[in-house]
């Protein structure tokens, strides 16, 4: 369904709610009933939303005329709702084991990715007793070093730092993405090549970054083995979906484990793509990650929408983007290890919703994805709250908060969650002008005046609460499905196909065009624009230089 941020439908709830600041909702000792609920260890605190009962009920009609959940059902079926690939969207498949529910996804799929699972379990058992021999690997790993790029990195980055506090005490775990050379040498320069096991995360295996990076680190090990390309091979893994082709870059078949076309990137981390957070946490835990995502899934499957966190989630985005024409939303963990959340969330939701025409080729009717960005707070307070709280745009915000963390600095953590609950309520309520007058003690009036117009809050900024009981395998995959599915029901109120990503192909094609043109004359150049041109000109006279 196509978004109308001019329907009618919505006009009479914008022009009223134009007249109610968010102090005045708030003052509603019930507003909180329907808008805080809980699930998975986590509450979920929609209250300082500029919605109010008439205008969330319009927004639930709106979404129940969609037929999101024949929608729904279809994507937990393995329907190819992707459809200019053709291809099914079956990442719920990969917690199906920690569901209640029954999963409809098809029968073989479910086979493949239980057998997957054992797969990787009897690998994090070696790596955990010191026996991966038996697995024809190194007989010692220390150090594990996932890489790759995008889906193949964002996910499992953040899910292994988010839980630190659940490492297995034997590993430590290192992730190389970019091709800036810099990493790769520190990380070398930090590890011992004959303890260090090797993670290549590519479903095609021919991702340039990924190729590049893996090609560092094997001549780093094969030096360590003085050019013993048997040794060197049983320090590399690889999770690909073209097991030929890492064959033919030197990894054994049997140390291929699998990526299916019904999974993207940025939907991965239950997969083998998260192998090396199950190295990282343990199995036990890495199954208790999916099944918080799990509970996740048989919620969405089975609550009414007006009880449904990813439905809400969605409405929530819906009205700030397309009714209220909010260009951006911020993202703001008040946790240290969730510091990459926000660069997830990025990838899970621009690449997924950051689309302009529909399945059927024509424009949408609005606009879509909003721009999400953040960083971890009380830092962020320092850097860019001041625009949020006194700038000219109206940003979104989601506060994520731990009430019970993974140490004992009580006094640490109460500084955080107050600093949380301090923004989201300063947010909502601003400060009034009279408010800031009466605080101007010093000058005249017209000294006061100005001085109380500059420390002035308008207030009526939105926002909304996640709040994670403790940060466990569990909470986080809860946390991720919410995101997840709310992906899910934007795609579908927006009218978009949010599996596919073909706005990331072209950049990567005319990189390639301009690699061999770096090192190369004049003649290589004259098939790009001028300023592409004069640029590639530049970096070679330097170079010369």
Same mark, same amino acid.
């Given at each position: ?284 835990? =890495?199954?208790?990650? $999916? +099944?918080? &995502?799990? /509970?996740? !899934?048989?919620?969405? %499957?089975? *609550?009414?929408?007006? #009880? ?124 009034? =002008?009279?408010?800031? $007058? +009466?605080? &101007?003690? /010093?000058? !005249?009036?017209?000294? %006061?005046? *100005?001085?109380?117009? #500059? ?91």
């Amino acid at each position: 369904m196509s978004s109308d941020p001019s329907s009618s439908p919505f006009a009479e709830h914008v022009e009223r709610l134009s007249r109610t600041h968010l102090r005045e909702l708030l003052k509603d000792g019930a507003r909180g009933e329907g808008l805080r609920l809980r699930l998975g260890g986590i509450l979920l605190d929609l209250s300082r939303q500029k919605l109010d009962e008439q205008a969330i009920d319009a927004l639930g009609r709106f979404v129940q005329a969609s037929g999101w959940e024949k929608a729904r059902d279809a994507m937990f079926a393995g329907e190819p709702i992707n459809t200019s690939e053709n291809r099914a969207v079956l990442h719920t498949a990969l917690r199906a084991s920690g569901s209640r529910l029954k999963s409809p996804a098809p029968r073989d799929a479910l086979q493949e990715i239980e057998q997957t699972l054992q797969r990787i379990e009897k690998l994090v058992h070696a790596v955990e007793h010191g026996d991966t021999e038996s697995m024809g690997l190194a007989s010692t790993i220390t150090d594990v070093v996932n890489v790759g790029i995008g889906g193949s990195d964002l996910g499992p980055r953040l899910a292994t730092h988010a839980l630190n506090n659940f490492h297995l005490p034997r590993i430590r775990s290192h992730f190389l993405t970019n091709v800036d050379g810099q990493a790769a040498a520190d990380l070398m320069r930090e590890l011992d090549p004959r303890r260090t096991l090797v993670i290549l995360v590519s479903k095609t295996f021919t991702t340039q970054e990924t190729l590049l990076n893996g090609q560092v680190l094997r001549d780093w090990i094969v030096r360590a083995y003085d050019g013993d390309e048997r040794a060197t091979a049983r320090h590399f893994l690889a999770v690909s979906a073209n097991v030929k082709e890492a064959e033919k870059w030197g990894i054994v078949a049997s140390h291929v484990y699998p990526m299916w076309d019904f999974v993207g990137g940025r939907l991965s981390v239950w997969s083998a793509v998260g192998l090396s957070l199950a190295l990282a946490i343990g199995m036990d835990h =890495f199954r208790a990650f $999916l +099944a918080g &995502a799990a /509970e996740v !899934d048989d919620h969405f %499957r089975s *609550a009414p929408w007006r #009880q449904n966190l990813p439905v809400l989630l969605s409405i929530v985005e819906y009205w700030n983007r397309s009714v209220l024409a909010h260009a951006s939303r911020a993202v703001i963990p008040y946790a240290d290890l969730l510091g990459d959340l926000t660069s997830y969330l990025q990838q899970l939701e621009m690449e997924s919703l950051g689309k302009h025409v529909t399945p059927q080729g024509k424009q949408v009717s609005g606009v879509t994805v909003p721009v999400v960005w953040g960083s971890v707070g009380t830092n962020a307070q320092h850097a860019y709250f001041q625009a949020l709280h006194q700038g000219t745009d109206v940003v979104p915000l989601d506060f994520i908060g731990v009430v019970k963390p993974g140490h004992t600095l009580r006094a640490s953590n109460d500084a955080l969650l107050s600093n949380l609950l301090a923004q989201a309520a300063a947010l909502a309520l601003g400060k009034t =002008f009279d408010e800031a $007058l +009466a605080e &101007a003690k /010093e000058g !005249d009036e017209i000294a %006061r005046r *100005a001085l109380a117009a #500059q420390r002035t809050f308008e207030g009526d900024r939105p926002s909304t609460v996640f709040l994670l009981d403790a940060l466990t395998p569990h909470t986080l995959g809860a946390l991720i499905a919410l995101y997840e599915h709310k992906v899910f029901m934007l795609g579908h109120l927006w009218g978009i196909n949010a599996f596919d990503q073909w706005g990331v192909e072209l950049g990567k094609a005319i990189a390639r065009q301009i690699l061999p043109a770096l090192n190369g004359g004049a003649d290589e150049l004259a098939g790009f624009d001028s300023s592409t041109r004069a640029l590639i000109e530049a970096i070679q006279d330097r170079r010369e230089g």
